[in-house]
């Protein structure tokens, strides 16, 4: 069974940085796209950005300039680096992998439990 497992959130003031984790365990053959979305209360999940095993990123304007994201994939794990905090940063952040379980298998999207990141004075 495969588990995505977050850490890193917290409180946080205007302007300070936090770094998010997010380590992929169980069987796992090849993972494809990993990335972290946002839901911020009363509005809809959003991307915030992801990298591809080539790594390559596709990150959301909104966090552009601030927000870093980077991989190991000996430790089948991703970052977020977060910089210059803003309050409508404020959301729980869920890590997200594309992966096959097993060789010849589908690809799978799989979720993480989610961590809450609060920015605020």
């Known amino acids: 069974q495969v588990q995505l497992v977050e850490s890193g959130g917290g409180l946080v003031q205007p302007g300070g940085s936090l770094r998010l984790s997010c380590a992929a365990s169980g069987s796992i053959f090849s993972i494809y796209d990993m990335g972290w979305y946002r839901q911020a209360p009363g509005k809809e999940r959003e991307l915030v950005v992801f990298?591809?095993?080539?790594?390559?990123?596709n990150t959301a304007d909104s966090v552009k300039g601030r927000f870093t994201i980077s991989r190991d994939n000996t430790k089948n794990t991703v970052y977020l680096q977060m910089n210059s905090l803003k309050p409508e940063d404020t959301a729980v952040y869920y890590c997200?992998?594309?992966?096959?379980?097993?060789?010849?298998?589908?690809?799978?999207?799989?979720w993480g439990q989610g961590t809450q990141v609060t920015v605020s004075s």
């Open positions: 997200n992998a594309l992966l096959v379980v097993h060789i010849g298998g589908p690809m799978q999207r799989y």
């Open positions: 990298i591809n095993s080539g790594g390559n990123t």
